[in-house]
């Protein structure tokens, strides 16, 4: 069956960096599009990033542009998100998901906590 895994989040100083990877399985990981998303409490669900299956297209939302840089190893099945520049503001679990029909978003990781503060 599908599964993602995230790790790396953690507590960080604001300005400071994290990578977060997501180690997928259960499916030809190359084939498809991965996404990272992450909700805040008390809001929704929201877009962070993602990446299609060639590596050579990436969506960022606005919040994150300049700071974040999603990236995929076909071979090791595994998505990142290097964050950069952390605010307080990106406090929030983060999810990666698998997008493989339409462009729905089909499968979730469990979430990695990331908290920025000083």
């Known amino acids: 069956q599908v599964q993602l895994v995230e790790s790396g989040g953690g507590l960080v100083q604001p300005g400071g960096s994290l990578r977060l990877s997501c180690a997928a399985s259960g499916f030809t990981f190359s084939l498809y599009r991965m996404g990272w998303f992450r909700q805040a409490p008390g809001k929704e669900r929201e877009f962070v990033a993602a990446?299609?299956?060639?590596?050579?297209?990436?969506f960022y939302a606005d919040s994150v542009k300049g700071r974040f840089t999603i990236s995929r190893d076909n071979a090791k099945s595994t998505v990142y998100l290097q964050m950069n520049s952390l605010k307080p503001e990106d406090t929030a679990v983060y999810y990666c998901?698998?997008?493989?029909?339409?462009?729905?978003?089909?499968?979730w990781g469990q979430g990695t906590q990331v908290t920025v503060s000083s």
């Open positions: 990446i299609r299956w060639s590596s050579v297209t990436t």
């Open positions: 998901a698998v997008g493989m029909y339409g462009r729905s978003w089909d499968y």
